[in-house]
């Protein structure tokens, strides 16, 4: 594709400010790199858009698509990862004192019925979008649900049994074109349909929620908001540490992500293979190579560190392609994030990884406590996920596996926000799944996540 290849030779050669790296790698930042025109900085190095550095404006993933002048890119915003980040937001907030659309009280305040009268009173009222990136998403209960919900406990009044507030982040619209589930619970994804109207369903949907529009958009309109979503790729490009990611013959950044397909790692394969070239690197004292190879030491950790998934609801209770059900399964990072080097699930396939029960740390989510009709079995969690839509009661906490291409662009992470970094991710897993991560292992493994 002519346009990538000459965005990705704008991007090697001149975007970042350091004007010392070649394609082989073999000389080494000597200043710490700038984004430029069209790039972004993160915490841990800089993040780019292709096809095009800036999206086109002109699209009406830009307009205002329903009645209260909020657009897709209100909360879905391109310099900030295709999402929003608390950063972004708190400056949003104070340049417009928050009266930006993304704080209308329909959604982006922790509950509509709290006053919004002063300063004050309008920041603590978004607190969770403020602080997580945290949008409220009201979703009915089915009339068919297998459960009831016996309680909510909201600490911001938003306690209605029947239409239950669980507060979610920000999607990024980017990468979409390697989704198999659209949403975090996966409400908007046709099964035996094409994504194409899985997400012209979900921009139709969006527009009378998010948006509150009265009307339909016309499909010509949201079929181009749709285009752009799905034709958009992000990944970082340069790490702070280790400089261009597509030195020294690793294959990061932009350049090859539109040609990965949705194929999955197979049996016994690494799901990510982009720095394979640095996993072999060592002993250095140049601390560009070093920052290389600890990165290729973490993709390794992702692909072949033993894991023992267990408790997992939607793949330790249902038959695995060997046809026998696994209680206790020894795994990998990519038996669920199987999309080569993209991170996604390859199929229709939404678990219960344990986010929605942890408790304490949530203080300032809802309880929510669902109840299983035939059995009285009740579990608390702060979202029931994809129970939600299904009226499922063994869908309870389930939600979809991301795509992990632009992590570092859009913090915090999990459907909830819990995880600040990349560093708070790996140590959730490194519990939750007896990782038994040494403190460089942990290190490395994040590195590498924010390397994608
Ligand atoms: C008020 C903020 C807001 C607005 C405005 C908004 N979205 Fe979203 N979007 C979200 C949230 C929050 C989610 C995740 C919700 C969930 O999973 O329950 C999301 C999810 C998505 C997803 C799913 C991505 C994935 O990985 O599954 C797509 C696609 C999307 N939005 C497109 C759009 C489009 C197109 C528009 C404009 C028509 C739009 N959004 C407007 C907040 C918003
Ligand atoms: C059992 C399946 C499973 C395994 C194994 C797994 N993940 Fe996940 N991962 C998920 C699901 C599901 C989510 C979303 C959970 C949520 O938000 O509640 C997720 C979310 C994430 C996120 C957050 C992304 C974002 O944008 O918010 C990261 C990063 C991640 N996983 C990395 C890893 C790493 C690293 C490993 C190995 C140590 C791993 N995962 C192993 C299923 C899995």
Redesign the pocket.
């Known amino acids: 594709m002519p346009t990538l290849n000459r965005v990705k030779a704008r991007l090697s050669a001149v975007a970042f400010g350091i004007s010392m790296i070649t394609a082989a790698g073999a000389q080494v930042a000597s200043t710490a790199p700038t984004a430029a025109n069209g790039t972004f900085a993160d915490r841990s190095g800089i993040w780019g858009n292709a096809p095009a550095a800036r999206p086109d404006t002109t699209n009406p993933f830009f307009k205002a698509l329903g009645s209260n002048g909020r657009s897709c890119a209100t909360c879905h915003a391109p310099n900030d990862g295709w999402s929003v980040s608390p950063g972004g937001l708190l400056k949003r907030f104070s340049n417009t004192s928050g009266f930006d659309p993304i704080f209308l009280p329909l959604d982006g305040t922790n509950c509509p019925t709290l006053p919004l009268d002063t300063l004050a009173h309008r920041q603590t009222a978004s607190s969770l979008l403020l602080s997580r990136g945290l949008i409220r998403v009201e979703l009915p209960v089915p009339a068919s649900a297998d459960y009831t919900i016996s309680a909510v406990s909201n600490p911001y009044g938003c306690s209605s049994t029947s239409a239950i507030s669980v507060y979610r ?1 920000i999607l ?1 619209t980017t990468n979409l074109a390697f989704l198999s589930d659209v949403m ?1 619970d996966g409400r908007e994804t046709l099964v035996s349909g094409a994504l194409t109207d899985s997400l012209v369903n979900q921009a139709n949907d969006a527009v009378h929620g998010h948006a509150a529009g009265t009307t339909a958009a016309a499909p010509s309109v949201i079929g181009s908001a749709v285009g752009l979503e799905l034709l958009q790729y992000t990944a970082q490009i340069v790490d702070t540490a280790a400089g261009a990611l597509d030195a020294n013959g690793a294959v990061g950044g932009l350049g090859a992500l539109s040609r990965i397909g949705l194929a999955a790692a197979a049996p016994g394969q690494p799901a990510f293979t982009l720095y394979a070239n640095w996993e072999t690197l060592s002993g250095t004292s140049d601390p560009a190579v070093a920052a290389r190879a600890s990165i290729g030491r973490g993709e390794r ?2 692909n072949s ?1 033993p ?1 023992t ?1 267990a408790g ?1 609801a939607g ?1 330790n209770d249902v038959a695995s392609t060997d046809g026998q059900v696994h209680k206790v399964l020894i ?3 990519g ?3 199987n999309v080569v080097n993209v ?1 996604t699930h390859n199929s229709h396939f ?4 344990g ?2 029960r942890i408790i304490p740390k949530n203080v300032d989510l809802p309880l929510i406590t669902v109840v299983q009709k035939s059995t009285g079995v009740r579990v608390q969690v702060t979202d029931p ?1 994809a129970a939600l839509t299904s009226g499922r009661f063994v869908d309870v ?8 291409r632009g ?1 570092a662009a ?1 913090p ?5 926000g819990s ?1 600040k970094s ?1 560093a708070d ?2 140590a959730f ?2 519990t939750r ?1 007896n ?1 038994n991560l040494s403190v460089q292992e942990a290190t490395d ?1 994040a590195n590498f ?1 924010n390397a994608l």
């Open positions: 982040r990024a975090w950790i992702f560190r894991m998934i997992v793949l795994g990998t990072c038996t669920c994030h991170g939404l678990v219960d990884e986010q929605a996920g906490g389930k939600f979809k596996v991301p795509g992990l992590f859009h915090p992470y999990f459907h909830n995880a990349a991710v790996v897993y490194n799944f990782l493994l996540l």
